[in-house]
């Protein structure tokens, strides 16, 4: 089984009302539910914009040095990610592509190149 990032980025989204974007949200969730049934979901945490930056960060003479929010220059960035366990990228492209359909914008589908590493269990955990 391979992992597969499926994202997309928020400039590729119109502007919504709040009511379709609670209708998108209720169609999403359908849409991981579904994964979850198919076991292949490993992980999602809802959407990300502008207002979740916390801060950039990069190396000056090998240290960090941390600026509010993103990066100045970037004129991009991720909206909402789930990563998937799934056996090849057909099976991605599939969910991704019902991913794009209840939400009416377009998705990537990524492949990671090895497995990842895992949180150890037990962390941060009640």
């Known amino acids: ?33 579904e994964m979850q049934a198919a076991d292949v979901l490993i992980f999602t945490n809802g959407g990300l914009d502008r207002s979740t930056a916390v801060c950039s960060v990069v190396a000056e003479d090998g240290k960090p040095v941390f600026t509010d929010g993103p990066y100045v220059e970037t004129k991009e960035h991720l909206g909402g990610f789930c990563v998937v366990e799934v056996p090849d990228d057909e099976a991605a492209r599939y969910w991704a592509g019902r991913l794009a359909t209840v939400l009416d914008w377009p998705q990537e589908v990524h492949r990671f190149r090895g497995p990842g590493h895992v949180r150890r269990t037990g962390s941060g955990e009640k």
Do not use: C, Q, S
């Open 1 to 33: 089984m391979t992992e597969y990032l499926i994202t997309f980025n928020d400039e590729w989204v119109r502007e919504h009302t709040a009511e379709e974007l609670r209708e998108k949200g209720t169609a999403a969730r359908a849409v991981l539910e």
